[in-house]
């Protein structure tokens, strides 16, 4: 997408930073999957109609998401439940999403959106 300047006009739209935990991706090469979200992500903006470039990052272990999550907070996270519970201090209670998959009654992932990010208008739509 580029402006008549020849710039991309998306890299002045506010970040969406998405976090993913190399465990969810299994043994999907990473690039790979780095592409399929970023992807994803941007359809869904998109859709949406939220000005905002996604930005993604797959984290290799819980020391990788603590200090991510210290320096700077994630719009949106996917990791497992057990993960989630070696973080939760460093999120805010109210912006967890939890998303129950297949029918299962039991959670395998969560999915966490910042509260001061354009995903939360994603998280919103949802839910009304």
Partial sequence: MSDDSGQDS???????RFGFVQTILGT???????AAIRVWATNLVKEMNIQARPVINVYKDI????????????????LTTLQWFAVRHLIAEDSLLAVKAGGSSKDDYVVMVHQ???AKAIVASRYR
């Fill in 10 to 16: 998306a890299s002045s739209y506010e970040k969406v």
């Fill in 63 to 78: 020391p990788q998401i603590r200090t991510q999550l210290e320096k700077e907070p994630l719009d949106i996270l996917c």
């Fill in 28 to 34: 999907i090469n990473e690039n790979d999957a780095k």
């Fill in 116 to 118: 001061n990010t354009p």
